[in-house]
């Protein structure tokens, strides 16, 4: 079983919609969860961070975490042509030396 | 966020031949890491750079193949020895930001894409 598990996409949404990613982690002692963005050809961009169950807004961005049914999503309000990227899922797991395990990435186009 | 600045940022190489990659750092910090992407992959976490001490190296990662230095808490080298066109991908130098190791935020160099011949 893969440690972090994400939709495969490719994730298709008009201008202007809501997109919506979800991320699934299989170590219930997960402590810290991040979202990145990648362009294409470019290296991962941190754009959320979220520690405590609930949401956590920045912006257009909005991550919500459950612990207890270990997910944790991102939603991407209004979008934007510039919001089409790759959206990489992170977790840091607790006792584990710090280390980020990454899931597979969702990538979203925004069609314009 | 510390600037990170990688070279080189990309480079084809022949089979054989090995290639050291730089990790520079505007500011001082604790934990650096070191991964690979392969294409149309997600990250895999190469090793920790440790300061002064040999580098932390995850499962199916050994330091014959991928020796690492960090000699200082600004700067890393990665090198990929004895390349294979497997070892065509991005490596990607990064740093922890946060006041306690262990709780803070991933950040990334630009990367260096690497096509070995």
């Known amino acids: 079983q893969k440690e972090v598990e994400q939709n495969s996409g490719p994730l298709s949404v008009p201008e202007g919609a809501i997109a919506s990613l979800n991320c699934t982690y299989s170590d219930r002692g997960s402590q810290s969860f991040f979202w990145y963005r990648q362009y294409s050809g470019k290296s991962p961009e941190l754009i959320m961070f979220?520690?405590?169950?609930g949401d956590k807004e920045d912006g257009r961005f909005t991550a919500q975490l459950n612990k207890a049914s270990q997910y944790v999503s991102l939603l991407i309000r209004d979008s934007q042509p510039s919001d089409s990227a790759t959206y990489l899922c992170?977790?840091?797991?607790?006792?584990?030396?710090?280390?980020?395990?990454f899931g597979a990435g969702t990538t979203v186009t925004v069609r314009a | 966020s510390a600037v990170i600045s990688q070279k080189p940022s990309r480079d084809i190489c022949q089979r054989g031949t090995s290639l050291t990659i730089q990790c520079q750092v505007d500011s001082q910090v604790t934990m650096m890491f070191w991964y690979r992407q392969q294409p149309g992959q997600s990250l895999t976490l190469i090793a920790t750079?440790?300061?002064?001490?040999?580098?932390?190296?995850e499962s199916g990662f050994v330091i014959d193949k991928f020796p690492i230095s960090r000699p200082n808490l600004t700067f890393s080298t990665l090198t990929v020895s004895n390349m294979s066109p497997e070892d065509s991908s991005i490596y990607l130098c990064?740093?922890?930001?946060?006041?306690?190791?262990?709780?803070?935020?991933?950040?990334f160099g630009e990367g260096s894409r690497l096509t070995v011949l």
């Open positions: 750079a440790n300061q002064g001490s040999e580098a932390t190296y």
């Open positions: 992170a977790v840091r797991h607790r006792g584990n030396d710090y280390k980020l395990s």
């Open positions: 979220i520690y405590s169950n």
């Open positions: 990064s740093v922890e930001e946060g006041l306690i190791p262990g709780f803070g935020e991933l950040f």
